[in-house]
């Protein structure tokens, strides 16, 4: 069971980005779904979560710029940056808590994109 982040990059000041994350293995059931970050030297932070049923929500750094939605059936989970900012520059991690085919729940992280704002 892994999550595979992609599509971070290198944008200038007021551009945009959209990262996903897709779960695969023995998977039957993904709940709630994440993106954080983390610059050097700081602790990793919350950018945007969203429940099973579709629920989101936001540190308010990215309010009104990032939008987190879901494709269950892709088991995948999109980060749309828009707007962004040098110091939204940082990696950024997913998350999901899911279950496996033998009931057992499970944290997992991705390995991580790094996304850099050029001002």
């Known amino acids: 069971v892994q999550l595979q982040a992609s599509g971070g990059g290198l944008v200038q000041a007021g551009g945009s980005l959209r990262l996903s994350c897709a779960a695969s293995g023995r998977i039957r059931r993904v709940n709630d779904m994440g993106w954080y970050r983390q610059v050097p030297g700081k602790q990793r932070e919350l950018v945007a979560r969203?429940?099973?049923?579709?629920?989101?929500n936001y540190a308010d750094s990215v309010k009104g710029r990032f939008t987190i939605s879901r494709d269950d059936a892709k088991k995948t989970v999109y980060l749309q940056m828009n707007s962004l900012k040098p110091d939204d520059t940082a990696v950024y991690y997913c998350?999901?808590?899911?279950?496996?085919?033998?009931?057992?729940?499970?944290?997992?992280w991705g390995q991580g994109t790094q996304v850099t704002v050029s001002s």
């Open positions: 998350n999901a808590g899911v279950q496996t085919l033998t009931f057992f729940s499970a944290d997992i």
């Open positions: 969203i429940t099973s049923s579709g629920t989101p």
